[in-house]
């Protein structure tokens, strides 16, 4: 379904993404794991033709038999929203506030070429699908009428309208309440075609996603099936950040990765963990490569497994 | 491990907010928005208090009310025997000084220009009282290098920043400190590491802590008593393992189950 090879972003001089590769079958679903920096969005955002102004991405990138990455502005706008389409984080600053919901459905649809009254039965059809109570009724709401969970809703049936072959969600329930985000989540993986999850919460990608990659300083430092991946991490910073998601009882520590993530284009050379990893050595100098079947990692001292 | 054996510090009885939408109609007045209803809750000193709640439960509104930043419709707070509703903030200096707040957001919670020195000294500088060597003093408490005191926020990581923040809250030494969702904001790899310092200040400092968050687990590693609130009441309250072994109230569980965990999945 989506082919992505050697990807790579840059903001001038400075290499934000670096040489990320993967793939996502048909109905399947990938998280894209990764701290605030470590180049999660940009990935996304470069899939969509969305990179801010200065930002430049190169590599291949294929949906289907069409690419995604250095193709010109005019064949991107027809791949967005009906090939490919994206929930962003925060759907009050995603969705107009001046147009009614029911518009805003009907206008991806009406853009991609679907007839102006087809189209609006539809989008009161897809309210109905992402489970809005009422659909005809919040079709004529405004967003700031509807809740946070409501609003997220809409996204996605907006997403969802022109049946993409691939759906991407940026944090899609980080805004939302927990009780709220469990109904999201249990949602986008009931309809989503393929799909690119992207989180900084562990738990959420292990409750939605068959496979992880996980991101740091701009790279995959590793990939695999959830279970393997969360499981048994070879990967320090996985290791890490594995052990750091689990809350220990009351009155012990937490274990800690030391220090704190790098800003853009300061990460160190070589393996990009190495200023905050113990078992660092002169080795770690030199960049390791993303190795292994099914299960890869990119750590000259991986974790033992067991 | 400090039992709360200790004596009752903030005391709220019957704590009601209620606040009015804009009128809409020239002849009927605003709609009226029961924030808070008949809240109660005992915090004693040396006690670790959580209270968890998603957003419109009114937990935001109860810490307002328990800073005295707001006022309440009805009811009372006593603080270490005083009672602070009611008082003109020219009354409340006692409070100030003993009661701290570290927020949600570090970001918007420090003014972006001013410089560290001058931020964790602003709480002693507003209360009257010598500043000497106690910048330095708190820096390293928290963990930060002498050389942080003259630079200016955006120079720092967030959790740097919620270093920060703490170090600011301390400054003039208060017996409570009151946490606002402060690992919210933060990386999983950095969030251990505030609440690795928190522990250790609240330890140390023999402060009382009061915890608030949206996450049940966070307070479960933090807290030794927690209030549940949702719809402007607590509606369950007790020792937090208590609680998440055996929740009474179902929206205890309802929330308790939405939690997605690691282990669920592995």
């Known amino acids: 379904m989506l082919s992505v090879e050697g990807l790579t972003v840059r903001a001038g001089s400075v290499e934000l993404v670096r040489d990320v590769s993967f793939e996502i079958g048909p109905g399947e679903r990938v998280g894209l794991i990764g701290e605030s920096g470590s180049g999660k969005s940009l990935t996304a955002l470069s899939l969509m033709g969305l990179l801010p102004e200065g930002v430049t991405a190169a590599g291949a990138a294929r949906l289907g038999e069409r690419d995604l990455v250095g193709v010109p502005e005019r064949r991107l706008k027809a791949l967005r929203g009906q090939d490919v389409s994206m929930v962003f984080q925060e759907p009050m600053t995603a969705l107009n506030p001046l147009m009614r919901v029911g518009a805003q459905v009907t206008e991806v649809m009406t853009l991609h070429g679907r007839p102006a009254g087809q189209a609006r039965a539809r989008a009161v059809e897809l309210l109905g699908r992402v489970r809005l109570p009422q659909p005809e009724q919040v079709a004529r709401a405004y967003p700031h009428q509807l809740s946070g969970g409501q609003r997220q809703r809409v996204m996605l049936a907006i997403a969802l309208a022109n049946e993409p072959g691939l759906l991407i969600c940026d944090e899609p329930t980080t805004a939302l309440d927990v009780t709220v985000q469990k109904q999201m989540l249990d949602l986008i993986a009931e309809v989503a075609p393929a799909l690119l999850f992207i989180t900084h919460d562990l738990a959420v990608v292990a409750s939605v996603c068959e496979r992880v990659l996980v991101m740091y300083g701009g790279r995959v430092v590793e990939s695999g099936p959830i279970r393997e991946v969360f499981g048994n991490p070879r990967h320090r910073y996985t290791e890490g950040l594995l052990a750091a998601s689990r809350l220990t009882p009351r009155g012990t520590r937490l274990p800690v990765i030391a220090g704190s993530v790098p800003a853009a284009g300061q990460f160190p050379d070589g393996c990009v963990f190495t200023n905050r990893c113990p078992h660092a050595t002169p080795a770690c100098e030199q960049e390791p490569a993303l190795t292994g079947e099914g299960h890869a990692h990119a750590c000259r001292h991986p974790a033992d497994r067991g | ?266």
């Open chain 2, 1 to 266: 491990m400090p039992t709360h054996a200790g004596t009752p510090l903030i005391e709220a009885s019957d704590l009601s907010r209620v606040y009015h939408r804009p009128r809409t109609s020239l002849t009927r007045a605003g709609e009226a928005v029961h924030a808070l209803r008949g809240v109660s809750l005992t915090v004693r000193a040396g006690e670790r208090f959580g209270i968890v709640g998603e957003s419109g439960s009114g937990k935001s509104t109860l810490l307002r009310l328990l800073c005295a930043l707001d006022q309440p419709t009805s009811g009372s707070i006593r603080f270490d025997g005083q009672e602070i509703t009611g008082r003109p903030e020219r009354r409340l200096r006692f409070l100030r000084q003993s009661l701290q707040i570290v927020f949600q957001d570090p970001m918007s919670s420090l003014d972006p220009r001013m410089r560290v020195r001058d931020l964790v000294a602003e709480p002693l500088v507003a209360l009257g009282e010598p500043v000497g060597g106690r910048v330095a003093e708190l820096l390293d408490q928290v963990g930060l290098p002498a050389s942080a005191a003259d630079r200016y926020p955006h120079q720092f990581s967030g959790g740097q920043r919620q270093r920060i923040a703490i170090a600011r809250a301390l400054a003039p030494r208060p017996k409570v400190l009151v946490a606002d969702e402060p690992v919210s904001a933060l990386d999983v790899s950095v969030r251990g590491q505030i609440l690795n310092l928190l522990a250790d200040l609240v330890d140390e400092l023999g402060l009382t802590l009061v915890f608030v968050s949206h996450d049940l687990s966070v307070v479960r590693h933090v807290c030794e008593t927690v209030a549940v609130m949702n719809g402007g009441e607590i509606v369950e309250t007790g020792a937090v393992d208590d609680i998440w072994a055996e929740p009474r109230h179902a929206y205890t569980r309802t929330l308790l189950r939405a939690v997605p965990t690691l282990e669920g999945f592995l």
